[in-house]
């Protein structure tokens, strides 16, 4: 995984991303913008997930990016032109990810920095994941 991180963290800085980061705050959750937390079964499992957020894996339980299968499902939940954010567990794989949907995909993207970890570490309470 750290391999597909790396490359895909290269790539985002020789396209020079224009993304929104932003720490992940109770107050951000506070906005009205839809989250993607792009983690796994496993670790939603393990400690929640943001309220009304929409888990959508983009690496697999192998750690191997399946970018086809996160923009299927991410279609369902968001518009082209639509704002939102996404999330993982410290923000590492959404910063390596923002660069690629922002400027390879054009979406309008929030990077939340420091993931479900910052948000829990100033006493957010996830809600528990239910299989939707």
Request: charged fraction near 25%.
């Amino acid at each position: 995984m750290k391999k597909i991180l790396l490359a895909i963290s290269a790539i985002s800085a020789i396209a020079n991303a224009d993304i929104t980061n932003v720490v992940a705050t109770k107050s951000f959750l506070a906005k009205p913008i839809k989250i993607i937390d792009i983690r796994t079964p496993a670790e939603w499992a393990q400690t929640g997930i943001v309220k009304g957020s929409y888990p959508i894996m983009f690496f697999n339980d192998k750690g191997e990016a399946k970018p086809d299968a996160f923009l299927v499902q991410l279609n369902k939940v968001v518009k082209k032109n639509e704002k939102f954010a996404i999330i993982c567990r410290t923000g590492s794989r959404t910063a390596a990810i923002a660069p690629f949907l922002s400027d390879e995909k054009d979406y309008n993207v929030i990077n939340l920095q420091g993931g479900i970890m910052k948000l829990m570490q100033e006493g957010y309470k996830p809600v528990p994941y239910r299989v939707r």
